[in-house]
């Protein structure tokens, strides 16, 4: 990515044909799509990249199961195409995993839950040649044949023995399932699926920035032709000039509007709902798949293997309160540990967790108390009268989606002739972790982990890894990730701070949370590492260890849920 003083020079100094609001996985979406059609593009984030939602997802590009309980036959269409085509594009990163649902006692699978799976392969296979193709975009105007991805074609869904779903699902062995059900879905590393394709949108021209918080529109004659920013490291205020702008900031698309708002409608009320995940080290839950969790209230959770560890979610509760940063409740930990427990037949506790992190879904709420449901997790375009577009709602599978809605909306306004192209656009380069140069003191395991992170780039790291033997070693022992990662993440991606990298560049405080408290000396060397990219003294590093310590307690990072 470009440096970030380099961007914050053009934002400030150049006019744009869109800015961007928002450094998730919709708003990078945005960027790369109107880039990529020959827009020139503004992204500002207020925080860091992904800090929001787009970093505490369930790690699952799917068509959502729980989507088909509700009949919600169109989401999950979508979803399950978008999957198709994220493998084709991003294959290092999204990733198939087969899925079990156990049955015991002798009895047969839910017959209900197969009844769903049938049609989830039935959405998920096409009949005719060329239809998925019609479904990612419209036909080119120029007669070219758009050509259905062909990189992954998971196998239907099909029962099991028992011994099978133990094979699977190690876990289960001492209940002794008597067989299940064997499904696929994909699996992603969410922060660093926006890191790609926000590095994507750059290489087609667009300008980002984090920590750039958008202070109110800038608007001419009733039209929004910019963004009022501050740069909150600086202090800098500064406009943002563009005639268009686009409102990608998940749950807070409603507080971003123009000075007089003439209709309500022309913006989105959300009603955020929290979702906890914790993880386990993989020996206290061994995972080889996936498993489907049942919850006494009718609900599952996930259990999935993720980065070497066991990750279980998620929950779905109404939360009111800020949403800078959220942090998982007792109520919800207690939750997923009781249905853990009584699904595995395990008697794990607070204290074997490894980690644990809670987000927010960006709901849509129609703000009709009659209605029943009024909740909608679809993606909804709004436009206000002074031209801003806003995008919300959706989930991780479908952002290209989203991002596409949005564009097309500004390519109709503008009468141009520019069709999406994401859907052959590749995120990143894969590399063969076998071709990766190998480095004095870099551990076997972390090349194929780089691999999968970085792709081609992890040629990059390894450069930096050679730069000095420490930067060589893993953070944390037992895990792949490797110091010269915190490196790279503040040479290369505007890392700014300690959480961005133990955070989002890597996982690490949600893997190993105990490992990373900021009064040990993981941190410390994370630290120190960083601190000679960016200029930091003892003075410094001792402020950032206690900044860490601050935001790793409001995120709950430390292991210490709020009531």
């Known amino acids: ?304 293997p993720w980065l070497g560890r066991t990750l279980i979610g998620t929950t779905d509760v109404d939360y009111e309160g800020e949403l800078d940063h959220i942090a998982p409740s007792e109520d919800d930990i207690e939750y997923i540990l009781e249905a853990t427990n009584a699904f595995f037949g395990t008697d794990l506790g607070a204290g074997d967790l490894t980690g644990a992190y809670a987000g927010v879904r960006p709901l849509i709420s129609t703000g009709d108390p009659r209605k029943s449901v009024d909740i909608s997790r679809k993606a909804e375009l709004y436009e206000t009268s002074s031209g801003m577009v806003t995008i919300t709602g959706g989930k991780l599978t479908t952002w290209r989606r989203m991002a596409k809605m949005t564009v097309d909306r500004l390519v109709e306004r503008d009468a141009l002739d520019a069709p999406c192209r994401t859907h052959e656009i590749p995120l990143g380069q894969v590399v063969d972790p076998a071709e990766l140069p190998r480095v004095e003191g870099v551990p076997e395991e972390s090349y194929a982990a780089l691999a999968a992170r970085y792709g081609h780039t992890a040629h990059e790291v390894l450069a930096v890894a050679a730069e000095r033997g420490e930067l060589a070693q893993p953070i944390v022992g037992g895990l792949p990730d490797l110091l010269a990662e915190a490196v790279h993440a503040a040479r290369a991606e505007q890392a700014g701070s300690l959480g961005d990298v133990l955070l989002r560049r890597t996982r690490l405080a949600l893997l190993a949370a105990r490992e990373v408290d900021a009064a040990g000396a993981a941190a410390e060397r994370v630290a120190r590492a960083v601190a000679v990219e960016l200029g930091w003294d003892d003075a410094r590093i001792a402020a950032e260890l206690r900044a860490w310590a601050d935001e790793a307690a409001l995120e709950g990072v430390g292991l210490q849920p709020t009531p």
């Not at 296979?125 to 074609?153: I, T």
């Not at 290489?203 to 529109?217: F, I, S, T």
Request: hydrophobic share 40%; net charge negative; charged share 25%.
């Open 1 to 304: 990515m470009l440096d970030r003083a380099t961007a914050l020079r053009s934002l400030a100094a150049d006019r744009f044909d869109v800015v961007v609001v928002g450094g998730g996985i919709t708003g990078a979406g945005v960027a790369l799509d109107a880039a990529s059609r020959g827009y020139s593009v503004a992204l500002v984030e207020k925080a860091d990249y992904a800090s929001g939602t787009s970093s505490r997802s369930s790690k699952l590009v799917h068509g959502g199961l729980r989507y088909l309980q509700n009949f919600d036959l169109g989401l999950v269409r979508e979803a399950l195409v978008e999957r198709q085509l994220m493998v084709a594009l991003a294959p290092h990163l999204v990733t198939p995993l087969p899925l079990v649902i156990a049955a015991f006692d002798g009895k047969a699978p839910d017959r209900v839950m197969g009844a769903g799976l049938n049609l989830y392969d039935v959405m998920t296979f096409e009949r005719r040649p060329g239809r998925l193709a019609r479904r990612l975009g419209r036909p080119g105007r120029g007669g070219e044949a758009l050509q259905a991805p062909s990189s992954w074609s998971p196998d239907r869904h099909r029962s099991i023995s028992g011994e099978e779903v133990v094979d699977h699902v190690p876990a289960l062995g001492p209940r002794e399932p008597t067989g299940g059900y064997l499904f696929y879905d994909c699996q992603t590393d969410d922060s660093r699926l926006v890191l790609t394709v926000l590095g994507e949108a750059e290489r087609y021209g667009a300008v980002c920035a984090n920590r750039v918080e958008v202070l109110e529109l800038v608007e001419e004659g009733g039209r929004a032709v910019g963004v009022r920013c501050r740069d909150t490291v600086g202090g800098d205020a500064f406009d943002v000039l563009a005639d268009n702008v686009v409102n990608a900031t998940g749950v807070w698309a409603d507080r971003l509007r123009p000075e007089e708002l003439h209709d309500e409608a022309e913006v989105p009320r959300i009603s955020p709902s929290r979702g906890t995940h914790v993880t386990f080290r993989h020996e206290d839950i061994p995972l080889v798949s996936g498993a489907i969790v049942p919850v006494g209230d009718g609900r599952f959770l996930f259990a999935l």
